[in-house]
């Protein structure tokens, strides 16, 4: 009887130890943790909010120690009430933070897109300029690969690879400034008020000689690539016109492929020029010669170039490919050669439009 | 009394034997060595979600160890189990890492090729294209936009070695296009001038 009972007893014990040793389910907290922690990861919090991300798992790793150890004790004495209470504050602290993520993410990729559409804009500015100016510098290859650059911090900032993203902005904005800087001391002068209105009183000084001696005179507007024959004061006709490849400047010395800027004479008629027809002009005058000496003595170009001459308006097309000289298309210097004699004056202006397109260039790049 | 003395020993002994279970520690090592393999492939790169999945199981078989050696009745045949999915699923990340990258590589190096040769192409054209009225500043300015192509298409390459395939494609990409561009732009206008 007494074996009995005590076999009874131990049979007990077995059933009680082994029915301890089976899992009780886990609280439902702990698997919408585990999620929230992938779904986290995903959105990309290490990279958008690392600090909170690391108090976030660390938060996270002490409830799951805290579920480790009370999944070591027996199951008797096993309290998951706090188990879960720790998961649903880290759950709480993720939803938080899954925001603040999002928050942070939209910032940072609004903020590479609007600087990325900033330089974009610089770079279209620049191209249209170069496009209406037909001036090769203006399409540097810098600007290229500044437009490369930027596609590739758009790339980046998709892959949440903002710093990267920022980086590549930064060198292309590197090359855009080095661009700008090059060109702006070429560009200012036809956004200076002052010197347009200079501009502007030689050519209304001209037209008034015009009207008043009854003479034709001709004027060339650089930055609008326009040249006009007026006579007695009144527009006959305007041709599209080509200037040097370094057009922007005013000429100062031989091979600088710039085109002169002043009042100068027709010299000489050629009806038969390399460039179809031409009409040689009177470069260099007298301010052009004061310039080149005090250039020379200031040692502002080389000792041993020359002031250059034989500008002329010649035929051979209008798309600024020249070594300095006024080029139209053929049939337009055939025209213009009929009309004009040797004498007249050629007034060669910047521009006389204070809104023109250099100016706004400027503006927009400023 | 003889048959209670053989239980009590049976107890004792079972007991004994399950409070001396000992850490899988071999499959540990081999799970966190294959898991480190795939690491070392690129699995965190190429493979981002699948490398995530690998170190969350891992993380979950220790655990799981943490919990038994705290019992007093330990058994880790539920860590084994972790471990041995672990180690299999780190496994074939490591050959899915390495298939992915492979795959990666040769786009970026095909993307590679072609953005050379649509450069060359366009190139070779702006050398040979009609330079008529009005257009020879134009080809100027492309070939301005070339020389750029070119100067970047110098940096895919180290982006290759550095293991950027996906940068180096859309780089590369990027330039074919341009350059694509720059040869379409002079087909037409010779096609323009033939037809006139």
């Not at chain 2, 898991?35 to 969350?56: M, T």
Request: aromatic share 6%; proline share 2%.
């Amino acid at each position: 009887m007494k074996c009995s009972r005590l076999k009874t007893g131990l049979l007990l014990t077995v059933l009680i130890v082994v029915t301890g040793c089976s899992e009780p389910p886990a609280p439902t907290e702990i698997q919408l943790a585990l999620t929230q922690e992938t779904e986290l990861w995903r959105a990309g919090a290490s990279i958008y909010t690392p600090e909170s991300y690391q108090q976030y798992l660390s938060a996270l790793n002490s409830a799951r120690d805290l579920y480790t150890r009370e999944r070591s004790r027996m199951v008797w004495f096993r309290d998951y009430q706090p188990i879960a209470q720790s998961f649903a504050q880290v759950h709480a602290m993720g939803e938080k933070m899954h925001g603040e993520v999002q928050s942070v993410a939209r910032q940072q990729s609004t903020e590479i897109a609007k600087t990325a559409d900033a330089l974009e804009k610089r770079i279209v500015l620049l191209k249209e300029l170069s496009e209406t100016l037909k001036d090769r510098r203006l399409a540097m290859r810098k600007l290229t690969q500044a437009d490369i650059r930027i596609e590739d911090a758009r790339r980046l900032a998709r892959e949440r690879r903002s710093k990267e993203a920022k980086e590549k902005l930064d060198a292309a904005r590197i090359d855009i400034d080095a661009v700008i800087k090059t060109i702006r001391p070429l560009l200012e002068r036809f956004a200076d008020r002052q010197q347009i209105a200079r501009w502007k009183a030689q050519v209304d000084q001209a037209l008034a000689e015009s009207r008043r001696e009854g003479k034709d005179v001709i004027i060339v507007r650089k930055v609008d690539r326009q040249l006009t024959l007026y006579r007695k004061g009144g527009r006959v006709r305007d041709f599209n016109a080509g200037f040097g490849f370094n057009f922007l400047a005013d000429k100062l010395y031989s091979g600088d492929k710039a085109t002169p800027e002043g009042e100068y004479k027709i010299v000489k008629k050629l009806p038969y020029s390399r460039f179809y027809k031409a009409l040689l002009i009177d470069y260099p005058n007298q301010e052009d010669q004061q310039r080149f000496a005090l250039a020379k003595k200031k040692k502002l170009i080389p000792a041993n170039v020359g002031i250059g001459n034989l500008i002329e308006i010649h035929g051979g097309g209008n798309d600024s490919m020249t070594n300095g000289c006024i080029s139209l298309q053929d049939h337009h210097i055939s025209d213009l050669f009929d009309q004009v004699d040797v004498g007249t004056t050629v007034l060669i202006v910047g521009t006389i439009d204070y809104d023109n397109i250099i100016a706004s260039a400027l503006r927009g790049l400023n | 009394m003889k048959n209670l003395l053989v239980l009590i020993a049976g107890l004792a002994l079972v007991s004994s034997l399950a409070g001396c279970a000992k850490p899988p520690q071999e499959e540990m090592t081999s799970t966190k060595a294959a898991i480190e393999a795939a690491a070392a492939e690129g699995s965190a790169k190429y493979v981002a979600e699948d490398n995530k999945k690998v170190n969350d199981e891992y993380a979950a078989a220790l655990e799981e160890i943490k919990v038994q050696e705290a019992k007093w009745f330990k058994n880790y045949d539920k860590a084994k189990q972790l471990l041995a999915q672990a180690k299999a699923d780190a496994d074939a990340l490591k050959a899915k890492t390495a298939t992915v990258k492979e795959e990666l590589k040769q786009q970026a190096v095909t993307a590679l090729g072609e953005a050379t040769t649509a450069v060359t192409d366009a190139k070779a054209k702006l050398e040979t294209a009609p330079k008529g009225k009005g257009s020879a500043a134009d080809i100027e300015a492309m070939k301005a936009d070339a020389a750029g192509m070119e100067a970047e298409l110098a940096t895919i390459e180290p982006l290759i070695e550095q293991g950027e395939f996906v940068a180096a494609s859309e780089k590369a990409a990027s330039i074919r296009d341009r350059a694509n561009a720059i040869s379409t732009q002079i087909d037409e206008a010779a096609a323009k001038k033939a037809g006139k």
